[in-house]
């Protein structure tokens, strides 16, 4: 007897067929090219019997079939889609054991100022194709030479070095729960992600035993969303390298003091281009159109590149007095079509604006950067430091490195625009400041149209920080400046305010331009 697969089978065999037959006979038909002899045969009434015969024991099996399957398909539901379990939040393990010939790091300041003898630069006989700097202590590039063809050699700390990841036999880092060697699981672009793999941890053990039920199941489809193992991130930047990224002066061979135009007339270019947000281009027909004064868009831009060149000094330079919360934020620009990601850090208390990067990405070593930058504006950091940021968890990996260091800092991260947790409720207003601050540059970077070159955007950014910190008055300073200054009087008209604070600057800071 044929069991039930092999009649199913056979009625998709027969179905099959049919299907075959019917569209090879249709095309046949329509061009007429089916034989006379071959037509008979199909047209005979015993042909027509057995397929008559055949279509009603198919209508009767239906027949019987139908209220079968008809209350299993009301039982039927529509599969919806599970509910997604958030991401994992950012968790910060405590530092691993370090093992064997693990020395303590200097910077190159720290060893020459230490030394007996005097270290003198390499005198090279051969070409070096190295130009950056010690990746052990930052010693510049003239006490770097060639050890051998994959190892550069210091000359100041002594250590050899390699831009290509190793992972030296002789520095070991180590699991504090279980002392078990920990593996490379991750690189990512700034740091490598050490794991201890150890199933007996009591690290690994203990939250694996805290799961509730459902989340236990729920690791069993899905584990990247519960941390169970200790973690470790291994940066491959140190702080003596924070202070030559991405940081280069505005240098211009503009002389400001041989101008064919007067200081009243620079002084007008920066109140259009900075102060209303103006471009070049609008700002020279501006000035030609009321002012009665002849200027190329190109001469805005150089008297704006030779005005930065002065006032980024006091910007980097001053003395502020900074409260202990600050909040960072970034937003983005447009950067010859590309985007770019301009890296804000304010005291949004006082309306002073800490730290101004631009980056092409968002990565870890941008956000350390930042936060470095600021951290310098302080002679002493607050026993309590507060720092407010986004979900962001390029500032969690930020925090790691800098304890790693011994800079401690509490994060506090403001996600969402709903209170939907404490942090938010208490912390949001900060952060709503740091947005407007955004928006406020916005404004000023929708008017210059995007910028054709990096150095441009440097140099825009760093006249409306001096702007921002030093001349504009501040609706919630009660109209104050962010930061008084004895010599700028109420009655100034704006273009001598910024000739006063190129003065200032010039006086305060001769001959001094800020180096990285």
Same mark, same amino acid.
């Given at each position: 007897?044929?069991?039930?697969?092999?009649?199913?089978?056979?009625?998709?065999?027969?179905?099959?067929?049919?299907?075959?037959?019917?569209?090879?006979?249709?095309?046949?038909?329509?061009?007429?090219?089916?034989?006379? %002899?071959?037509?008979?045969?199909?047209?005979?009434?015993?042909?027509?019997?057995?397929?008559?015969?055949?279509?009603?024991?198919?209508?009767?099996?239906?027949?019987?079939?139908?209220?079968?399957?008809?209350?299993?398909?009301? #039982?039927?539901?529509?599969?919806?889609?599970?509910?997604?379990?958030?991401?994992?939040?950012? !968790?910060?393990?405590?530092?691993?054991?370090? #093992?064997?010939?693990?020395?303590?790091?200097?910077?190159?300041?720290? @060893?020459?100022?230490?030394?007996?003898?005097?270290?003198?630069?390499?005198?090279?006989? !051969?070409?070096?194709?190295?130009?950056?700097?010690?990746?052990?202590?930052?010693?510049?590039?003239?006490?770097?030479?060639?050890?051998?063809?994959?190892?550069?050699?210091? !000359?100041?700390?002594?250590?050899?070095?390699?831009?290509?990841?190793?992972?030296?036999?002789?520095?070991?880092?180590?699991?504090?729960?279980?002392?078990?060697?920990?593996?490379?699981?991750?690189?990512?672009?700034?740091?490598?992600?050490?794991?201890?793999?150890?199933?007996?941890?009591?690290?690994?053990?203990?939250? !694996?035993?805290?799961? #509730? &039920?459902?989340?236990?199941?729920?690791?069993?489809?899905?584990?990247?969303?519960?941390?169970? +193992?200790?973690?470790?991130?291994?940066?491959?930047?140190?702080?003596?390298?924070?202070?030559?990224?991405?940081?280069?002066?505005?240098?211009?061979?503009?002389?400001?003091?041989?101008?064919?135009?007067? #200081?009243?007339?620079?002084?007008?270019?920066?109140?259009?281009?900075?102060?209303?947000?103006?471009?070049?281009?609008?700002?020279?027909?501006?000035?030609?159109?009321?002012?009665?004064?002849?200027?190329?868009?190109?001469?805005?831009?150089?008297?704006?590149?030779?005005?930065?060149?002065?006032?980024?000094?006091?910007?980097?330079?001053?003395?502020?007095?900074?409260?202990?919360?600050?909040?960072?934020?970034?937003?983005?620009?447009?950067?010859?079509?590309?985007?770019?990601?301009?890296?804000?850090?304010?005291?949004?208390?006082?309306?002073? @604006?800490?730290?101004?990067?631009?980056? &092409?990405?968002?990565?870890?070593?941008?956000?350390?950067?930042?936060?470095?930058?600021?951290?310098?504006?302080?002679?002493?950091?607050?026993?309590?430091?507060?720092?407010?940021?986004?979900?962001?968890?390029?500032?969690?990996?930020?925090?790691?490195?800098?304890?790693?260091? &011994?800079?401690?800092?509490?994060?506090?991260?403001?996600?969402?625009?709903?209170?939907? %947790?404490?942090?938010?409720?208490?912390?949001?207003?900060?952060?709503?400041?740091?947005?407007?601050?955004?928006?406020?540059?916005?404004?000023?970077?929708?008017?210059?149209?995007?910028?054709?070159?990096?150095?441009?955007?440097? @140099?825009?950014?760093?006249?409306?920080?001096?702007?921002?910190?030093?001349? +504009?008055?501040?609706?919630?300073?009660?109209?104050?400046?962010?930061?008084?200054?004895?010599?700028?009087?109420?009655?100034?008209?704006?273009?001598?305010?910024?000739?006063?604070?190129?003065?200032?600057?010039?006086?305060?800071? %001769?001959?001094?331009?800020?180096?990285?």
């Amino acid at each position: 007897m044929q069991s039930l697969p092999h009649f199913i089978q056979s009625l998709k065999s027969l179905e099959l067929n049919i299907y075959i037959i019917s569209t090879n006979l249709e095309p046949l038909m329509l061009n007429h090219s089916l034989p006379l %002899d071959l037509e008979e045969r199909l047209l005979t009434p015993e042909i027509r019997e057995r397929i008559d015969l055949m279509t009603s024991q198919l209508e009767a099996l239906n027949q019987l079939l139908t209220p079968l399957i008809k209350p299993l398909k009301q #039982k039927t539901t529509i599969k919806r889609k599970e509910p997604m379990t958030g991401y994992a939040s950012f !968790k910060i393990d405590e530092p691993p054991i370090i #093992k064997q010939g693990f020395y303590k790091q200097l910077s190159f300041e720290d @060893i020459l100022r230490n030394t007996e003898k005097e270290i003198k630069p390499v005198r090279r006989q !051969k070409p070096f194709s190295y130009e950056g700097e010690c990746l052990n202590c930052g010693a510049p590039n003239d006490y770097i030479y060639a050890h051998t063809k994959t190892q550069n050699m210091c !000359k100041v700390c002594k250590q050899t070095f390699t831009l290509k990841k190793t992972y030296h036999e002789e520095i070991t880092h180590h699991c504090p729960h279980c002392e078990n060697k920990l593996e490379l699981q991750h690189i990512r672009k700034d740091y490598d992600v050490m794991t201890c793999h150890n199933y007996r941890c009591s690290f690994y053990l203990e939250n !694996k035993r805290a799961l #509730k &039920d459902g989340e236990f199941n729920h690791l069993m489809i899905n584990d990247t969303q519960y941390k169970l +193992r200790y973690h470790f991130r291994l940066f491959n930047f140190t702080m003596a390298s924070l202070k030559d990224n991405h940081r280069l002066s505005i240098q211009s061979k503009i002389n400001l003091d041989k101008i064919h135009h007067s #200081k009243y007339t620079l002084g007008l270019c920066l109140t259009y281009y900075i102060n209303y947000g103006l471009s070049s281009r609008k700002t020279a027909q501006i000035l030609k159109e009321v002012h009665g004064l002849e200027l190329t868009h190109q001469t805005v831009v150089n008297y704006a590149e030779a005005a930065a060149s002065i006032t980024e000094s006091l910007n980097v330079l001053y003395p502020y007095k900074l409260s202990d919360t600050i909040t960072f934020d970034e937003t983005y620009i447009k950067v010859m079509g590309k985007s770019n990601y301009v890296f804000f850090g304010s005291d949004t208390t006082q309306k002073i @604006i800490t730290s101004y990067r631009i980056f &092409d990405q968002r990565t870890t070593l941008n956000a350390v950067t930042t936060l470095h930058e600021t951290f310098s504006k302080y002679k002493v950091l607050p026993e309590q430091l507060n720092i407010v940021t986004d979900g962001n968890p390029i500032y969690n990996a930020a925090q790691v490195f800098f304890k790693l260091n &011994d800079i401690h800092f509490d994060l506090y991260q403001v996600i969402g625009v709903k209170n939907s %947790d404490d942090t938010s409720r208490t912390w949001r207003s900060f952060k709503q400041a740091e947005e407007r601050l955004n928006r406020t540059y916005k404004f000023n970077y929708h008017g210059t149209n995007g910028y054709g070159s990096l150095r441009n955007a440097n @140099i825009y950014i760093s006249l409306f920080v001096t702007f921002y910190n030093f001349l +504009r008055r501040h609706s919630s300073l009660k109209y104050r400046r962010p930061i008084e200054l004895d010599f700028l009087s109420s009655d100034d008209l704006m273009p001598n305010q910024w000739l006063k604070i190129m003065d200032y600057t010039t006086l305060l800071f %001769d001959g001094v331009h800020y180096q990285a």
